[in-house]
């Protein structure tokens, strides 16, 4: 059974830094596109990164430049590298594998 478990989250100022990490587990990683979804206080999820079996990372036009998306295929897990959070930054960061989701964890941005 294929599991995803993000961690990571916490609460952090205006310009601070954070990095999530998935850490997938119950079956084959790398050959899988991995992605990061996120969901603000009533919002609907959105879509944050997208990283490829092939290593091609693609950000939403809100994070570029800000967060990086990576993976370690050894260590089966996929990170969220997360700089200059916003207010707007706020919301439970999920972990996705098509159909498969994370539990989530919250990261918080006060001004």
């Known amino acids: 059974q294929v599991q995803l478990a993000e961690s990571g989250g916490g609460s952090v100022h205006l310009g601070g830094s954070l990095t999530l990490s998935c850490l997938h587990s119950?079956?084959?990683?790398?050959?899988?596109?991995m992605g990061w979804y996120r969901q603000a206080p009533g919002k609907e999820r959105e879509w944050v990164a997208t990283?490829?079996?092939?290593?091609?990372?693609r950000l939403a036009d809100s994070v570029t430049g800000r967060f990086t998306i990576s993976r370690d295929n050894v260590k089966q897990t996929v990170y969220l590298q997360m700089n200059s959070l916003k207010p707007e930054d706020t919301a439970v960061y999920y972990c996705?594998?098509?159909?498969?989701w994370g539990k989530g964890t919250l990261v918080t941005v006060s001004s």
């Open positions: 996705n594998r098509g159909s498969i």
């Open positions: 119950g079956s084959i990683f790398s050959i899988f596109d």
């Open positions: 990283i490829t079996s092939g290593n091609l990372a």
